[in-house]
């Protein structure tokens, strides 16, 4: 019998993560500054080393049990059996999303709907059992706040297809079904493909994409009752998340392999008989990937949108819009952690703890013109939040990342989190660490550490936030895979929220 030394097993698991990124293939990156570090104020208990990172050390010893903070603190949480990919939340109240088939798992099965107007005390009030909200729904659950109009989709797995429920939450802790038949009765599938999706701002068409194939769809839900796809197409191989524009007559649609697409959409909000929906602009970077949403924003006017970066160290990018048929990346929005030069600290670090290493995944500004601050759920790094008033010069100015679950797997059925630990590899780094690797930046011993061999069986020894941080004046509503529903207060010291403050996520 052959044994190995841990230091070989670390070399082996290099090696292994090696092959793996030279089977992505050579790109170039577009370089950016990380967001300038946060003072924290007395009482935080910040990130000893690279903004962002958690390192090996930490994670191992459990100091990351403890989580981080910096000028922002817990009021209150609801953990449940976790927060599944992405929650919402409306007025006073959280819809938590589900995880298929974990969160059947536990008892009362379902998306979760929490009462907060106690923060540090939110009640559970209501589950909606509806087949798309058993199956699963992924990144689907979103709310228009002008019709009070909740919708999810069911997607068991990445892709699902059929599935559509629409709720009135006009009393937002006990939603009430809209379309029995439709969409919700399995016998009258809508003929959609899901994923991910979005409202228009007038809340009359739900926009469902797929993944695999992306296929997307605009269903009418002038009578939410009657759901229905006015119009279909195939803009890409595989789409990810939406914005729309204040007018409802621009899609900025995210491209999974990296990058966004413009769609004019003005025929569908028109309610064209036969609406054509022509691309305007395919903006593609080599900088991240899965790009996930975007949210329209604009600055003195003019518009722009925040395209976030799911995988590969991409950040957020900030993207002039105003000539639609030219977008401009204008700056990206990155932690010490996703540069360059600190890749081979990243492998080091987030070795073992599955497949994510440490991306932005969904956020939210606090108004649509001239935003003061955005908020960011960021994987690993927890929520991160940054002053944007001058896109020139992003500061971050606040951050939580919540305590690991560390050893508490079975107790998280409906975490993504916990169901992708059976990987160890943070395998969605793989084009970043490559780029760091091409471009001479990567120190080969620098990406080893205790953890490197782990390939399989990783632990939680992070959280992972992928739901939007949604703004309450100096509060942020949110959920995390493993912590489920969290809400959290920003010190007035470092945010003062603006009169017209209006939190958007874009869809």
Known sequence: MITFSARAHRRAGLILAAALLASIGAVTAHSAPSATRVDCLPGSAPEPGLQGDVSAADRDSGRSRDGFRCNMRLLGAAGGQGGGITSVTF????????????????????????????????????????????????????????????VGAGVPFLTGAGLLSVYDISDCAHPRLLNPGVGTDPSRPLPIIAHEGGFSPDGRTYWSSGTAPGLLSAVDLTDPANPRVVWQGLPGLSMHGVGISPDGNRLYLANNFGGMKILDISAVQRRDLAPQVPELADLTWTDGWATQHAVPVTYGGVPHVFAVDEAGSGGVKLIDVSDERHPRIVRSIKLEINLPENQDSMLASAAGGSVFSYDAHYCAADRPA??????????????????????????????????????????????????????????????????????????????????????????????????????????????????????????????????????????
């Open 91 to 150: 007025e006073h109240c959280a819809y938590i999303g589900t995880l298929f088939p974990g969160h059947q798992l536990g008892p009362d099965s379902g998306v979760r709907v929490l009462d907060v107007r106690d923060p540090a005390a939110p009640v559970h009030t209501a589950t909606l059992t509806e087949p798309a909200m058993q199956a699963g729904t992924w990144e689907s659950l979103k709310v228009n706040k002008t019709r009070k109009l909740l």
């Open 370 to 507: 001239d935003p003061t601050a955005l908020a960011c759920g960021w994987t690993s790094s927890g929520i991160r939040v940054f002053d944007v008033r001058d896109p020139g010069n992003v500061t971050e100015i606040g951050y939580f990342n919540p305590p690991a679950r560390t050893g508490e797997n079975e107790a998280l059925s409906n975490s993504p989190h916990a169901l992708s630990s059976i990987i160890g590899l943070p395998i969605l780094s793989a084009p970043s660490v490559a780029q760091a690797i091409l471009g001479g930046e990567f120190d080969p011993a620098q990406a080893l550490s205790p953890r490197t061999g782990m390939a399989a069986s990783g632990d939680l020894s992070t959280d992972w936030c992928f739901s939007p941080p949604e703004w309450r004046g100096n509060q942020l509503w949110t959920t995390c895979a493993d912590n489920g529903f969290m809400a959290l207060e920003l010190s007035p010291q470092v945010y003062s929220p603006p009169p017209d403050q209006n939190s958007t996520t874009g869809s």
